[in-house]
Each structure stands twice: as structure tokens, then as C-alpha cells.
């Protein structure tokens, strides 16, 4: 009998990774095209299929597709589109239409951090939980919340919106138009600007103070908070203890038994789980306290966002 | 034959309210008897029973008895049981247990705010609805958040805590032990904190001005306020301008289609939900703006409690 897989696809600003994956996480091959964001999102699936269609050939003999996942910025799971992602120039698309071109299969669409929040309740760190939080620390901060074993996507389809909870209302601009998001602080960009903040206010001796903005990314403030430079520690501090804080707020909501950390920040492991956890233990209501654990992502680095979009068609199929 | 209804019990500081409901909503009797607070759960229902009986002796030719629903601080739904409620000296107490010695009947319990929003749901303000949140403005805030269709009880049971959210960690002094908690400033509590604020900071004239703190209660502000009353208009405005910030960062978390509110303040109608409809207008994350409703409760004034405890049993009848 034939393996049974579903094509997880992750769209990106950049590159659009895909590949296969069967109902235990296992990953059959995976590869990725460029996304061309200034093309429309015909010509990605136009671009796209034939490289599936290569991919698959090399598994087809002992393998079945059964479902295509899609995780992409602004994805609705309810409508089965793309609307007006920021990074590209697609407005508002049928993704699952455009599918049903290619595929008679089932298939479904959400954003990057719902799949993401999939992804580890099958295959991660939430397996077996019912309630939780995954926090995904990318260039802004994403998050997918699960009440009940379900994703919570509210009225619209766009719940799940944790870095546009306000952390400051007269604080950093966002790119939302408004001030002092949580994910202008906690994100890749946020602990950016916190390294920024801390060159201005104190006198403290740091090897970042050779990088520009523009160079800094945030392995460059973790390999120099590993290597003992004070203020890039306080800067994982500074990011950690926003975060917790924030955090706060949303388990007085849900109340879940954990939230995972996912992203290339949360790869600064313990750097950043530690203030975070830290902080949000010290902010939470009392009746929650000592019980919501802080963890790392249990899914692969490199592939999680194909896993993440493979669960997601995997979590439809199971229903 | 007979009409099922099911009991509705709500368990207050003061006085324990109870009485028969349909399914459609319909009361058939309430009633209620002193709580006595410093006496054990044991006893509270001990004395309830004959008096639920003899309520139920008055319809029970053309009645039949379906389940017991029990709204109570601090109600656990997973466990049911109350735990260490701040204004009953119970400790931590099986309430569906006792409950048990006296009916062999299906029975829940949850806390008053939860028991609401299933009461929206179920014969309401939120009939129909499937993502909601309802926000109890009484001494303190409560809330019940609706996601899917079912009520968010959270990995324990103790989800929807709202008003511990916070708006300034620096804020006002709160009953948990922290500051700044949302319900230090919206709710029936917290406006009368803004009015001795106001009283402090402006030399406007006021009615107010001749009030102690211990006799002020919401009823008086509004009053003054209908009757033009500038400083206790204002009072109004910041109560709503605040938990409009607040629910503004609840929403982004599980975008609800509407926001129900609830409860003594909640009487004030527009007074407040104009200035929270405005402020949440201007704080939500843009993908939620003209999204969501903020509505009066729908349930009748006087019985709306016992209506959410007898919904609560209804909805678990129904599944």
C-alpha cells in the first residue's frame, strides 16, 4: 500500500518552499521556486506546479498525494484567499480556486503562524495539547491560537493577531499605522531597534557598536550575547520581558497550558525563554501562575512552515 | 406533555437566586435565599433544596426537570467545583457532588460571566453568533469569550479573565495583587475610582462633589450624568475610552463578532458603550476596523444570571 502525503506549501516575500509530508511529520522531499512578488499569484501556481509535479515523480511509486496545505501572509482559511498580503502584489486571490486548477484534492489556506500553530499540535511541541499559544518571532511577530484542539480563526478568519496587541500606545511606529505593537519590540526588527535604543542610552562597551542598522540581523546579536557582550544580553532581556508582559494578556484570554516559541528569534533558545518566561510569570493573574509552559518549537529547523502547511491540510482530512 | 426546564442557580456574596427555564428561554418562577457567606456550600444547598422543591411544586403538573446549570465565583466547569471564591468562605468545594445527593440529574457549574455568555448565546444578545466575547461590568469585570460556538474554559478551566488584563502596570491598586488591571477602571468599582480622580484633578462643578466614596455607586453617576453633569459625563468617557483599549487587544487574539456588554454599569446603555465603541474604533489592528459590534445584553434585566446558569445545562443537554 501506497504512503499517503499532502504537499505543504509555505509562500514567502522571497521563496516559496514546498514538499511532502505524511500524517506523522515524516517529509518526503522538499524543495522551493522564487515567489517574484511583483508577478500575480497565477503565475506562482503556473511557476509552481510543474516543480511539484517533478518533486513528486520521484516519490509517485510508493506514494499518494491525498490534500495541499498553504501557509502564506494574510491567508483566510475561511475564504480560501490571499488578501492584500504586504510583501506581495496579489490584492485579494483565490488561492484554493486557483488550486482546483491543478488538483482535485482537498485543499485549505491560512497565514504563516496558524499552519505554524498546526504544525506543532500534530507534529511539535503542542502534541496532545488542546490549549495553546504558538508565538512566531520572524521580521514581525506572528501567532496562532488553539482553544479546544481547534485554531481559533474568529468571525473573519483573521484571529490570532498577538503582535498588534499594544504594548505602548505612544511607543515605536509600526508598519500597521499605529504605535507601540508588541511586535515592534519582540521580533527580529523589534530587538533591532532595542539594540538601537541601548547604543544611544548607555555608554556600554558593545561590538555591535560597529554595525549599522541596516547590517545588524538578530544571529549578530545573539552570537554577540553568547560571546558575553552586556548590552546585546540586555537587548534579549529588554525583548524577552515585553514579550512575557504582552504574553500576560493573552493567557488571561485563553488560558492555555503553553506557549511555544517559534521563528528565527525564538532560535536564541533559553536568550530569550528565560526573560520571557520570567516576565510572564511575574505579570501573570494569580490563578494562572506556575502553570503555562514556555517552549521552544518541537518542529525542524529549515522545514517547519512546509510542515506547518502539510498539517494543516492533514488536520482537515483527520476530521 | 410536560415542558422540560432546567434549574438555573446563581450563587452570589449576598443572595443566592434560582428559578426554572425552558429551552427557548422562557422563566416558569425564580426566587432566591440569602447566601450567608460565612456559612459552608453544604449548607447553602442544604437550605436551597426545600426552597427549589417548593418553587417547582407550583409547576411540576405540566413541568419536568432536565439538569441543574450553577453560576458561582470562581466556578470550575472541568472540575465542578468552586475554588477559594474571594467572597465566600467555602475554600475549595465540589459543588456538582452536593448536587448529586440531591438530584440524580445532569449538572455543571462555571462562573457567573461564563454562565452569561452562554446565556447570550443561547437566548441573547449573541443568538446565532458563533465568536463572542461578554464582558460583565459589575463590582469587578468579568468576561466569557465564545470561540466556535463553545465557550473558552482554557487548560483549566479558569479562561476569560478580561478585567486582569492590564492598562497600566503602574495604575491603580488591584483586589489580585497587582496594578493597573483593567478592572480597576472599568466597572462599577472603577468608576467611581475616576470620579474621586476627577474630583482631584478638575475644579469643575459637580453633584458628585457632595458624595462620600462609600455612598457613590454607578446608578448615582449616571444619574448626574443624564442630568448633565460634566465631570460625571467624563467619568463615563474614560470608563468606556479604557476598555475600549483593552478589548481592542482582545479582539486581536480571537476577533469576535461582537462584543455584549453586561451587567450594573452596562445599564448606563450608550453612556458607556458609545465611548468603548469609539475607543476600541480607534485601537483595533486595521484588518479588524467596522468589524465589530459592541452590543447591550439581550437578556431580560433581574433574571439574567439565573437565565445564564440554566443555559449553561441547556448547552451541555443540547451537545
Redesign the interface.
Known amino acids: 500500500m501506497k504512503t499517503e502525503v499532502t504537499l505543504g506549501v509555505d509562500i514567502g516575500g522571497t521563496n516559496t518552499a514546498f514538499g511532502f509530508v505524511d500524517i506523522d511529520g515524516k517529509s518526503y522531499g522538499s524543495s522551493s521556486i522564487p515567489t517574484k512578488p511583483q508577478n500575480s499569484a497565477a503565475d506562482l501556481f503556473a511557476r509552481l506546479h510543474p516543480e511539484v509535479e517533478k518533486l513528486f515523480a520521484t516519490i509517485a511509486d510508493t506514494h499518494v498525494l491525498k490534500g495541499i496545505g498553504v501557509g502564506a501572509p494574510n491567508g483566510n482559511y475561511y475564504r480560501g484567499t490571499v488578501e492584500n498580503p504586504p510583501n506581495l502584489n496579489w490584492g485579494v486571490v483565490n488561492v484554493v480556486e486557483i488550486l482546483k486548477q491543478y488538483y482535485n484534492l482537498p485543499a485549505a489556506i491560512t497565514n504563516d503562524a496558524n499552519a505554524s500553530a498546526i504544525g506543532e499540535m500534530l507534529f511539535g511541541a503542542a502534541k496532545g495539547?488542546?490549549?495553546?499559544i504558538v508565538i512566531t518571532l520572524g521580521t514581525g511577530l506572528g501567532s496562532g491560537?488553539v482553544?479546544?484542539g481547534?485554531l481559533?480563526?474568529?468571525?473573519?478568519?483573521?484571529?490570532?493577531?498577538?503582535g498588534?496587541?499594544?504594548y505602548d500606545?505612544a511607543g515605536r511606529q509600526c508598519g500597521?499605522?499605529?504605535r507601540g505593537?508588541l511586535e515592534t519590540y519582540s521580533s527580529a526588527t523589534g530587538i533591532r531597534r532595542t539594540v538601537m535604543e541601548l547604543l544611544a542610552s548607555s555608554n556600554e562597551e558593545s561590538a555591535l557598536r560597529n554595525v549599522s542598522y541596516n547590517d545588524l540581523d538578530s544571529k549578530m546579536i545573539y552570537s554577540s550575547a553568547i560571546a558575553g557582550d552586556k548590552l546585546a544580553k540586555e537587548a534579549f532581556e529588554i525583548t524577552g520581558k515585553i514579550l512575557g508582559?504582552k504574553l500576560?494578556?493573552?493567557v488571561?484570554?485563553?488560558?492555555?497550558?503553553a506557549i511555544i516559541l517559534f521563528g528565527g528569534l525564538a532560535l536564541a533558545g533559553n536568550m530569550i525563554i528565560d526573560p520571557a518566561k520570567k516576565s510572564l510569570e511575574e505579570?501573570l493573574?494569580?490563578?494562572?501562575r506556575n502553570?503555562v509552559k514556555v517552549l521552544p518549537s518541537g518542529l525542524p529547523e529549515g522545514n517547519s512552515a512546509v510542515l506547518g502547511a502539510a498539517a494543516l491540510i492533514w488536520n482537515e482530512i483527520k476530521k
Not at 129 to 132: L, S, V
Open positions: 495539547m488542546k490549549d495553546f491560537v482553544v479546544n481547534e481559533v480563526y474568529g468571525s473573519d478568519g483573521f484571529a490570532g493577531e498577538i498588534h496587541t499594544v500606545p500597521c499605522g499605529r505593537c508582559l500576560a494578556d493573552a488571561a484570554v485563553t488560558s492555555p497550558e505579570n493573574f494569580h490563578v494562572f502553570k
